[in-house]
């Protein structure tokens, strides 16, 4: 049984941010839930999270991915050391604790069972106190350095050699949770701030309790302190979620450019386009083209989302085409074989099976029935200004282009509006329905009008001078 306390108290002031650094969001998650969310995955059954800063706020958006986490506060932010006593009496009398900082979230389950298996080295024969994971740093500025015989020294209080030194700590630690207790009251202030620094209780790496495991990627540990660092963790989790769902089965133009939250579920046959976006708690069997943006919908295996769709909360049921250029608002429904074409808008409203509008419509409030025809450029017009009605389409029926439907208004099955009508009445099944100005022609009208017009143009031309 292992437990794991996350150090999430800190501000994050680099990120130039009103909100707390550890809830930036990663592709629909909250930079400290991918870490609780790692450890989860690696068997971590008892997850502390140490808060501080907009604390009411980090606790409501970790219970939202994570109810059963579990919280400290740490008075005041004193330092990394200070911040892991604030937990100890939420800790066990005995067990394995794991410690991570919260704003490391490319770490990743294997590194969580790595470090684990370092801990008990020989398989538990001979069991350390307390275990650090290492890697080899590019660039050691920032880190604590791993300083054979004399333990983990911060970069501030590095001599020239030390400072030199490469293999860093990482943040990432385990801890006998017996020891650990023994441990913590005996940390003490390093000057000027008066901080307590966890990496004091590792002391002498080489000593027979504690220990250094090495070798992890350093890519593991990017810590996010900025908004750039936040942005390169953004590019590194979009590719292996769309990695793994390469590896599921699902169709990438490009792994590099297509952008799935982590709430989205895909399906094997599944297809992306090129750019596409599908964020939210979407569910995707059909296909996704290019450019689309696709947020809490769910789409049918065989149906097909066109380039520069947007979607938010719809349904496309199998064989239905929406798009290129459509956009479809919460509530829209869209069934077996129903097509929804360029520049068409619907929100709130069902095309049944077979129904289509293929160019240029708003379709709010409505419901289409099977098999029907909406022309292009109609309208619903389902809102007075005070309150919205629904428009109500028999199957089968025709709607000629142009027409402006003033909701609340049915139109029975089978019937045929006119083009450019506006109808405000109901129109019975089977009827056809006209509600446009009369035509009527001229013959021959049209050279008597321009040679009149052109006398006008050619006498007022001579009065003006
Ligand atoms: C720490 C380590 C350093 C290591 C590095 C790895 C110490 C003293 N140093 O340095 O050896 O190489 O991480 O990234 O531990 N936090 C609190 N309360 C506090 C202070 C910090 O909860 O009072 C949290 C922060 O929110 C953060 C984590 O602890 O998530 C690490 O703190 P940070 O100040 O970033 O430590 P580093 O200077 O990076
Ligand atoms: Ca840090």
Not at 293 to 296: A, F, I, M
Not at 444 to 459: C, D, H, V
């Given at each position: 049984?292992?437990?794991?306390?996350?150090?999430?108290?800190?501000?994050?002031?680099?990120?130039?941010?009103?909100?707390?650094?550890?809830?930036?969001?990663?592709?629909?998650?909250?930079?400290?839930?991918?870490?609780?969310?790692?450890?989860?995955?690696?068997?971590?059954?008892?997850?502390?999270?140490?808060?501080?800063?907009?604390?009411?706020?980090?606790?409501?958006?970790?219970?939202?991915?994570?109810?059963?986490?579990?919280?400290?506060?740490?008075?005041?932010?004193?330092?990394?050391?200070?911040?892991?006593?604030?937990?100890?009496?939420?800790?066990?009398?005995?067990?394995?604790?794991?410690?991570?900082?919260?704003?490391?979230?490319?770490?990743?389950?294997?590194?969580?069972?790595?470090?684990?298996?370092?801990?008990?080295?020989?398989?538990?024969?001979?069991?350390?106190?307390?275990?650090?994971?290492?890697?080899?740093?590019?660039?050691?500025?920032?880190?604590?350095?791993?300083?054979?015989?004399?333990?983990?020294?911060?970069?501030?209080?590095?001599?020239?050699?030390?400072?030199?030194?490469?293999?860093?700590?990482?943040?990432?630690?385990?801890?006998?949770?017996?020891?650990?207790?023994?441990?913590?009251?005996?940390?003490?202030?390093?000057?000027?701030?008066?901080?307590?620094?966890?990496?004091?209780?590792?002391?002498?790496?080489?000593?027979?309790?504690?220990?250094?495991?090495?070798?992890?990627?350093?890519?593991?540990?990017?810590?996010?302190?900025?908004?750039?660092?936040?942005?390169?963790?953004?590019?590194?989790?979009?590719?292996?979620?769309?990695?793994?769902?390469?590896?599921?089965?699902?169709?990438?133009?490009?792994?590099?450019?297509?952008?799935?939250?982590?709430?989205?579920?895909?399906?094997?046959?599944?297809?992306?386009?090129?750019?596409?976006?599908?964020?939210?708690?979407?569910?995707?069997?059909g296909s996704i083209g290019?450019?689309a943006?696709?947020?809490?919908t769910?789409v049918a295996?065989g149906a097909a989302i066109h380039p520069a769709t947007v979607c938010?909360?719809a349904a496309v049921r199998g064989g239905a085409q929406v798009g290129p250029m459509a956009r479809l608002?919460?509530?829209a429904v869209i069934e077996e074989g129903a097509h929804v074409g360029n520049f068409v808008e619907v929100k709130?409203a069902v095309l049944r099976r077979g129904a289509k509008a293929n160019h240029l419509s708003y379709i709010?409030?409505a419901d289409i029935g099977e098999g029907a025809n909406i022309g292009a450029g109609t309208?619903t017009?389902?809102?007075?200004?005070?309150?919205?009605?629904?428009?109500?389409i028999?199957e089968r029926s025709f709607i000629?282009s142009?027409?402006?439907?003033?909701?609340?208004?049915?139109?029975?099955?089978?019937?045929?509006?006119?083009?450019?009508?506006?109808?405000?009445?109901?129109?019975?099944?089977?009827?056809?329905?006209?509600?446009?100005?009369?035509?009527?022609?001229?013959?021959?009208?049209?050279?008597?009008?321009?040679?009149?017009?052109?006398?006008?143009?050619?006498?007022?031309?001579?009065?003006?001078?």
């Open positions: 049984m292992f437990t794991a306390v996350v150090l999430a108290a800190g501000l994050g002031t680099r990120m130039r941010s009103p909100l707390a650094k550890v809830l930036h969001p990663l592709l629909g998650r909250p930079m400290v839930s991918w870490i609780i969310a790692a450890l989860r995955e690696a068997g971590v059954a008892e997850i502390i999270v140490v808060v501080h800063h907009q604390e009411e706020a980090v606790r409501a958006a970790v219970l939202a991915e994570d109810p059963t986490v579990r919280f400290a506060r740490q008075h005041e932010p004193k330092g990394t050391g200070d911040a892991l006593r604030s937990a100890a009496q939420l800790l066990g009398p005995a067990g394995t604790v794991l410690v991570t900082a919260g704003d490391t979230p490319l770490l990743q389950a294997s590194d969580i069972r790595r470090l684990l298996a370092a801990h008990r080295p020989g398989g538990g024969r001979s069991q350390r106190m307390a275990t650090a994971a290492s890697f080899i740093a590019q660039d050691p500025a920032g880190y604590g350095r791993i300083v054979p015989g004399v333990g983990i020294v911060e970069q501030a209080h590095c001599s020239p050699d030390q400072d030199a030194i490469r293999e860093v700590n990482s943040g990432l630690y385990a801890f006998e949770s017996t020891w650990l207790h023994a441990q913590l009251p005996t940390l003490l202030a390093h000057p000027p701030k008066g901080e307590l620094y966890v990496t004091d209780l590792l002391g002498r790496l080489d000593g027979v309790d504690t220990g250094v495991a090495d070798g992890f990627a350093a890519s593991a540990f990017a810590g996010v302190n900025d908004r750039a660092q936040l942005a390169d963790a953004r590019g590194v989790l979009r590719r292996r979620i769309n990695r793994a769902w390469a590896e599921h089965g699902v169709d990438f133009a490009d792994l590099d450019h297509a952008l799935i939250d982590v709430r989205a579920i895909l399906h094997p046959g599944a297809s992306i386009g090129f750019n596409a976006v599908i964020e939210g708690a979407c569910d995707i069997a290019a450019n943006v696709v947020r809490h769910t295996a938010d909360g608002r919460p509530g709130n709010g409030d309208i017009c389902n809102y007075d200004g005070f309150r919205k009605h629904k428009t109500v028999g000629g142009n027409t402006a439907l003033v909701a609340p208004i049915t139109i029975g099955a089978g019937a045929i509006v006119a083009a450019g009508s506006t109808l405000i009445q109901d129109v019975p099944a089977d009827a056809i329905a006209i509600a446009r100005g009369q035509q009527r022609n001229r013959e021959g009208s049209a050279t008597r009008f321009r040679a009149r017009l052109a006398a006008e143009a050619t006498s007022a031309l001579k009065s003006s001078v």
